[in-house]
């Protein structure tokens, strides 16, 4: 975008591009075109944010795969009825990941060494535990090449 003053920024051409003015200039009807319009913009930002969201197995041991992605959204695939080990594979390009689950009872979580877990919800001595209870509950950890700085959110 050459330097224009905001007066003269036209702003489906300069925030989306040609294309997409052009589009929505030939008008089929506006109505019409705004549904198009939307459908094109949600298009564009999945394809620019790209977040997949994977059904996670809780059913044994509980690997976090981020298929080589950079962010990954998790959903457990059944509420979690005992003790589980947290692991992390294919992660040379991960970032973050946010995983959903749902607890039945209060179960010993043992996670990966590498997961660093605030104070209040650890197990005392154990840096990498946390005793759950009985609810949903959001983790969102972030990836600093070296260890997951973990949240946890709950009981929803």
Request: charged fraction near 25%; charge should be negative; glycine fraction near 8%.
């Amino acid at each position: 975008m050459a330097n224009k003053k905001i007066t003269e920024l036209d702003p489906i051409t300069d925030f989306l591009g040609t294309e997409v003015s052009e589009f929505v200039q030939e008008g089929i009807n506006k109505q019409g075109a705004v549904h198009q319009l939307r459908d094109y913009i949600l298009s564009f930002v999945t394809q620019l944010v790209k977040i997949d969201i994977v059904a996670l197995d809780t059913s044994a041991g509980i690997d976090i795969d981020m298929d080589g992605d950079s962010e990954r959204w998790f959903v457990g695939s059944q509420a979690i009825n005992g003790d589980r080990n947290w692991s992390f594979s294919n992660i040379a390009n991960a970032r973050s990941f946010i995983a959903f689950v749902e607890y039945d009872g209060s179960y010993e979580q043992t996670f990966d060494p590498s997961v660093i877990i605030p104070g209040q919800y650890r197990v005392p001595g154990f840096p990498n535990k946390w005793l759950s209870y009985p609810g949903k509950f959001k983790f969102k950890a972030d990836f600093d090449g070296v260890n997951w700085w973990m949240e946890i959110h709950g009981d929803y």
